[in-house]
């Protein structure tokens, strides 16, 4: 500032400073680089040589330093990147499938890596290895922010023609464990929703089949007897693709809270708020 207003007294005044104040600043100035940088003319106050010099330099790195501290306004359509996302086939069908035309749309460079859950993710999301969590399960760790996607209830499908099937009611607790399930278990170690919603009664669930996905399910129903129980926005997609009965489960099974997980590290950041913002809004309802 003192270089382009040749004054103390501008100076001082543009920063709203004491004229001591920036007088004192001139002093250490050419203390430090050996050189008065403004001289007393007739004319009023010049800049040396040296001072002419550091004109160029320094509005260079003014102006690197204001772009670093006022970053450009975010543009979607510019962003050329990789998220990396751990989500079950679950969250891939309810949040990222309906969100990828739009992502697309807006931002035709960015990719997204769908990685499995792992034991470990969670320190993966804090050291940045993975961007964001699709989950429905616990949230309650250091540094995670989770914000709510929507809330899911379950259901059974089943073959069209068993005996549990052609009815809208819940079924019963007592029918329900007495046949045989197909159990599905989303992380490492293996966590059963529905199990662990089962509480006291969870010994009693026979599982004939476990698998890390829902999508082989279907043709392990279909020639059987074993019921699966998955939250109702995949049961009603598989039912219809497949052919397969569909029926609330027991009441007793409590409802999915399906989040969006991210981790303090990158919440400021407006890539991973896009990315954020896009995926809720395009699973807000069942498509």
């Known amino acids: ?48 040589q040296r001072a002419e010099d550091l004109v160029a330099p320094v509005e260079r790195w003014l102006a690197h330093t204001s772009a670093l501290l006022h970053p450009p306004r975010f543009d979607a359509a510019a962003l050329d990147r990789c998220f990396r996302i751990a989500s079950t086939d679950y969250g891939v069908l309810t949040v990222i499938a309906p969100a990828l035309a739009a992502i697309t749309a807006a931002a035709p460079a960015v990719t997204i890596d769908v990685v499995p859950f792992s034991a470990d993710m969670m320190l993966k999301l804090a050291s940045g290895e993975i961007d964001l969590i699709i989950s429905g399960l616990g949230a309650d760790h250091a540094g995670v922010h989770a914000r709510m996607l929507f809330a899911d209830s379950y259901s059974c499908i089943m073959r069209a023609d068993h005996e549990l099937a052609g009815q809208d009611d819940p079924l019963p607790l007592d029918a329900f464990l007495a046949w045989p399930h197909v159990g599905v278990v989303v992380s490492d170690p293996a966590v059963d929703g529905v199990e662990v919603r089962l509480g006291t009664r969870r010994g009693e669930r026979r599982v004939t089949v476990r698998l890390p996905y829902f999508h082989a399910a279907p043709a392990l129903i279909a020639g059987s007897d074993v019921l699966m129980t998955l939250p109702t926005r995949a049961a009603v997609r598989f039912a219809a693709s497949y052919a397969l009965a569909v029926r609330p489960a027991p009441v007793a099974i409590d409802r999915l809270d399906y989040r969006l997980l991210r981790h303090e590290r990158s919440v400021r950041d407006p890539a991973t708020t896009w990315l954020a913002d896009l995926l809720a809004a395009t699973c807000a309802s069942p498509s």
């Open 1 to 48: 500032m003192l270089l382009q207003t040749r004054s103390v007294t501008g100076t001082a005044r543009r920063l709203g400073l004491s004229q001591p104040t920036v007088s004192r600043s001139l002093a250490e100035l050419r203390q430090m680089l050996g050189d008065p940088l403004l001289v007393r003319t007739k004319a009023g106050m010049e800049r040396t």
